[in-house]
């Protein structure tokens, strides 16, 4: 099926791939960062938040609980159904603090009657940090498995692994955590890497998915890579939502219009301040109109 899609024409694509996203519900996410600091060593050659550390004086700031849990009443107030609760990778085995925050975030959601989903990444961890995080209330762990090719995930992230990841993420299902996954698109990855990287996104119970485009960002060895080319990551996120169905699908704002063509429903990260809100659901609501005009 999947070498089909890769060959179908473009209009057929992305019309079946926005029809069958059109009855999903428009899913809002917001992260609130805990800790930028980052453990992995050697350190990922594409990394953002590195790039970010030489733009930004209290870039490894762990922020406080008051901070984080007044952050999520206000998100939640704002109309936000998810928040995502990132941190650097933290080892293996989550330190005691990292629990308290979720703790924290739900008590706040909680007094707000707010119905909203938790969800943390951190990378690969263990069976017990899961489990714990489980326990202080977290509906849901995301971890990508990044790059769909092994050897060059070890070009990627060379302290990083692959085995890891996708222990981490059966391990979150039999934890009784939704699963979020994703890779990268543009990285230098071919059709062939694509087909098994969505093969095994599919063979996972996913509750959602994310195909991000390559970015370029400065003072990161990956810096002179050309980021990807946004029509051949539009059609394979079409691709995905055509082959994995029904799971929610999640792009960046910024690249709303595409991810709309493509079947995506869902946005990360998400700003109500910023007028975001209004904004995709605007977008989400004229696309479907005017779709059916489209030739």
């Known amino acids: 099926m999947l070498n089909e899609l890769f060959n179908m024409n473009s209009s057929d694509l992305f019309r079946q791939a926005s029809i069958l996203a059109e009855p999903m ?10 800790t930028t600091e980052c453990q992995m060593t050697p350190p990922c050659r594409h990394c953002w938040w590195r790039s970010m550390s030489f733009f930004s004086q209290d870039f490894w700031r762990r922020r406080t609980l008051d901070e984080v849990a007044r952050r999520a009443g206000d998100l939640s107030s704002a109309g936000i159904q998810r928040l995502l ?13 990292f629990y308290t ?9 909680a007094a707000k009657k707010a119905e909203v989903e938790i969800f943390a990444t951190c990378g690969p961890i263990s069976w017990s940090s899961l489990s714990q995080l489980k326990e202080a209330g ?4 995301w971890c990508g498995i990044e790059v ?4 060059l995930f070890r070009q990627v992230r060379p302290g990083d692994s692959l085995k890891a990841r996708f222990q981490t993420l059966e391990d979150a299902g039999a934890a009784g955590l939704k699963i979020w996954s994703s890779f990268l698109f543009g990285i230098g990855e071919s059709e062939k890497d694509l087909v098994w990287g969505l093969k095994k ?3 996972l119970s996913l509750d959602s998915f994310s195909l991000t485009p390559f970015e370029q960002y400065p003072y990161v060895e990956m810096e002179q890579r050309p980021a ?17 169905q029904d799971v929610n699908c999640f792009t960046s704002p910024s690249f709303a219009s595409w991810g709309l063509r493509a079947g995506i429903n869902s946005f990360l990260p998400v700003f109500p ?18 779709k059916y005009q489209l030739k």
């Open 101 to 109: 925050y979720v703790q924290q975030v739900k008590k706040e959601l």
């Open 138 to 141: 977290l509906d849901g762990y």
């Open 228 to 244: 990807a080319n946004l029509y051949d990551w539009a059609r394979t996120a079409a691709i995905a939502r055509i082959y994995i």
């Open 148 to 151: 769909p090719n092994p050897e």
């Open 25 to 34: 519900e428009t899913l809002l996410c917001s992260p609130i960062p805990i």
């Open 85 to 97: 609760l990132p941190a650097g990778w933290l080892g293996y085995e989550l330190p005691e603090w």
């Open 201 to 203: 996104m599919k063979a």
């Open 273 to 290: 301040d910023q007028g975001q809100l209004e904004q995709i659901h605007s977008m989400r609501s004229y696309f479907g109109e005017r």
